[in-house]
């Protein structure tokens, strides 16, 4: 359950924060619920269910696909959902996920942008990832790192046919940056 709340309220663009003052449920609290180290209640999951604008079946994944219906009034396409697959078990501070988007058979639509508090850093491992970054439009081939701060409106899709698209993401929420490193030059190598 933990990953699909850390889902539901990703897709919302909250932070753990931001959710902690809009249902009175602690930061760390929500962070062990979503990493699985503790069980929500059922109190628990009626507030977050209620903050995030969904059902508790669909937070508890009991919702069939037939319940479910529409979420919005954009036609829904019936081709499968992305992955999202957590690489770390965090408190707080930076986190990575793997992304893998399903190949699409037509060109895609403008990605639906959100901002949120945080620093991401997203690099390509396989395919072409369309990027809205604000009014800019990139896209991403394997090998290729951006980095963002998501006060700024983004968004994702896979950039055309061809296949899936799989990339990393390394989020710090409250900012925080990757820090590159490289060590100092040997002098004896002058």
Same mark, same amino acid.
């Given at each position: 359950? !933990?990953?699909?709340?850390?889902? %539901?309220?990703?897709? +919302?663009? =909250?932070?753990? +924060?931001? *959710?902690?003052?809009?249902?009175?449920?602690?930061?760390?609290?929500? @962070?062990?619920? /979503?990493?699985?180290?503790?069980?929500?209640?059922?109190? *628990?999951?009626?507030?977050?269910?209620?903050?995030?604008?969904?059902?508790?079946?669909?937070?508890?994944?009991? =919702?069939?696909? =037939?319940?479910?219906?529409?979420?919005?009034?954009?036609?829904?396409? @019936?081709?499968?959902?992305?992955?999202?697959?957590?690489?770390?078990?965090?408190?707080?501070?930076?986190?990575?996920?793997?992304? *893998?988007?399903?190949?699409?058979?037509?060109?895609? /639509?403008?990605?639906? $942008? *959100?901002?949120?508090?945080?620093? /991401?850093? #997203?690099?390509?491992?396989?395919?072409?990832?369309?990027?809205?970054?604000?009014?800019?439009?990139?896209? #991403?081939?394997?090998?290729?790192?951006?980095?963002?701060?998501?006060?700024? =409106?983004? !968004?994702? %899709? +896979?950039?055309?046919?061809?296949?899936?698209?799989?990339?990393?993401?390394?989020?710090?929420? $409250?900012?925080?940056?990757?820090?590159?490193?490289?060590?100092?030059?040997?002098?004896? @190598?002058?």
């Amino acid at each position: 359950m !933990g990953p699909r709340l850390r889902t %539901a309220r990703e897709r +919302n663009g =909250a932070t753990l +924060n931001g *959710v902690g003052r809009a249902t009175g449920i602690s930061p760390s609290t929500l @962070s062990r619920i /979503e990493t699985g180290r503790r069980k929500p209640t059922l109190e *628990v999951l009626l507030r977050l269910a209620k903050a995030y604008g969904t059902s508790l079946d669909e937070l508890a994944g009991t =919702a069939s696909a =037939a319940a479910d219906g529409p979420r919005s009034p954009a036609p829904q396409r @019936s081709a499968p959902a992305k992955a999202v697959l957590p690489l770390t078990r965090y408190v707080g501070g930076l986190h990575a996920h793997k992304h *893998v988007l399903p190949a699409v058979d037509a060109p895609p /639509e403008r990605p639906r $942008q *959100v901002s949120h508090d945080g620093y /991401e850093w #997203l690099c390509v491992l396989y395919g072409r990832l369309w990027l809205a970054l604000g009014d800019h439009d990139l896209v #991403l081939s394997a090998g290729e790192v951006v980095e963002f701060d998501t006060r700024t =409106a983004h !968004g994702v %899709a +896979n950039a055309g046919p061809g296949g899936p698209v799989e990339y990393l993401i390394m989020f710090g929420p $409250q900012g925080e940056r990757l820090r590159p490193r490289t060590p100092a030059p040997d002098p004896r @190598s002058r």
